[in-house]
């Protein structure tokens, strides 16, 4: 049995700089991402194609969605699995080859470097399978068409440390 989920966010363009669209530097790429009950996010285009530095773009974005995707199955499957979690967090890296001959592009991997540490009693081996299996369970993993690589680095706290929310 599946169910559907749906998700709906609204996009509004803040670029108009007055005179809309007229010419190809005329206008700014910002925009808003907002979804019901939520903080807006200020997007614009990579900064190659006239976007605000300051501001998320989509590449940005797809990257960011596929790394907390991974941590979040991640986290889960840790937690059914008895290996405890301390501390999360690491880099997430996209490779995307554009052709200017045609004006698009297309991501041709991303590689995620996850930086775990788990405590002294959890097993190694069983927190690297599990990225493994994380994998395999992220949704936005399972709908891109494109390499999604893993390079975890884990760690084991010292035996007697404690645990400390989002610390190491």
């Known amino acids: 049995m599946t169910d559907l989920h749906e998700y709906l966010v609204r996009v509004t363009w803040t670029g108009n700089l007055g005179s809309g669209t007229s010419g190809y530097k005329h206008y700014s790429r910002d925009f808003a991402l907002e979804a019901n009950g939520k903080p807006a996010i200020a997007g614009t285009a990579d900064t190659v194609f006239h976007g605000s530095p300051g501001r998320w773009n989509p590449e ?4 960011a969605a596929l790394s907390s995707c991974h941590q979040l199955s991640y986290l889960h499957l840790c937690a059914v699995n008895g290996v405890i979690v301390t501390a999360y967090a690491g880099e997430a890296e996209g490779f995307m080859r ?9 991501f041709e991997r991303v590689v995620l470097r ?3 540490t788990i405590t002294a009693d959890s097993d190694v081996a069983k927190a690297r399978e599990l990225h493994h299996q994380a994998h395999e369970l992220c949704f936005i993993a399972n709908s891109v068409n494109f390499a999604v690589e893993c390079e975890p680095v884990i760690e084991r706290a010292q035996a007697g440390a404690e645990m400390v929310a989002g610390g190491r």
């Open 114 to 116: 996850p930086e775990v």
């Open 60 to 63: 940005e974005m797809l990257v």
């Open 98 to 106: 554009f052709d200017s001959a045609t004006g698009s592009g297309r």
